[in-house]
C-alpha cells in the first residue's frame, strides 16, 4: 500500500482502474470501510478503531482493507507500531471525474441554464413535448 498525503486534485483514471475502483466500492462492507475514512479523511483511522465503529472481527478487516488498497481507494501511514488508512482523495476524486466527464454533452446544458462542468454535473430536465 503506499502512504503519499492525501491531495484534493483529480488523478487521471482510466477505464481499467475506474472498472477495479467500482468492483472494490460494490461490497457492503469496503463501501462502509471506505465512506467511514472519507468521514475522518485528514487524519484517518487505525485498523482497531475501524473495526470498533464498525463491528468488524480483525481479519475481515484485513481482507477488506488490503481490497481497497489493491484498488488504489485508501493509502496508509505507519506512526510508530500503528497504522493509520485513510482514503486516497485525488484517487477519489478521479473517479468521480471519469464518471462525470462526459456528463451533457449530448445535449446542451447552456439551453436549459444548468452548469455542465463535470464538478457540477446536472442534466437538463426532461424535454416536454408541446401540445398542438
Not at 487505525?46 to 484485513?62: D, F, M, Q, V
Not at 488490503?66 to 485508501?74: M, T
Not at 496508509?76 to 466527464?101: C, H, K, Q, S
Request: proline content about 8%; aromatic content about 4%.
Amino acid at each position: 500500500m503506499k502512504s503519499t498525503a492525501a491531495v484534493s486534485n483529480p488523478l487521471p483514471i482510466d477505464a481499467p482502474r475506474a472498472v477495479s475502483a467500482l468492483a472494490a466500492l460494490a461490497q457492503e462492507t469496503r463501501l462502509a470501510i471506505f465512506r467511514l475514512l472519507v468521514e475522518h479523511a485528514r487524519d484517518g483511522l487505525t485498523p482497531s478503531a475501524i473495526a470498533l465503529r464498525l463491528k468488524l472481527a480483525p481479519a475481515t478487516l484485513s481482507f477488506h482493507l488490503k481490497e481497497l488498497a489493491s484498488a488504489g481507494l485508501i493509502e496508509d501511514r505507519r506512526d510508530g507500531r500503528f497504522i493509520w488508512y485513510r482514503p486516497d482523495v485525488a484517487a477519489m476524486n478521479g473517479l468521480i471525474g471519469y464518471l462525470t466527464e462526459n456528463c451533457c454533452r449530448a445535449s446542451d446544458g447552456a439551453a436549459c441554464g444548468t452548469d455542465c462542468a463535470p464538478a457540477a454535473c446536472a442534466p437538463c430536465p426532461p424535454r416536454t413535448r408541446s401540445k398542438r
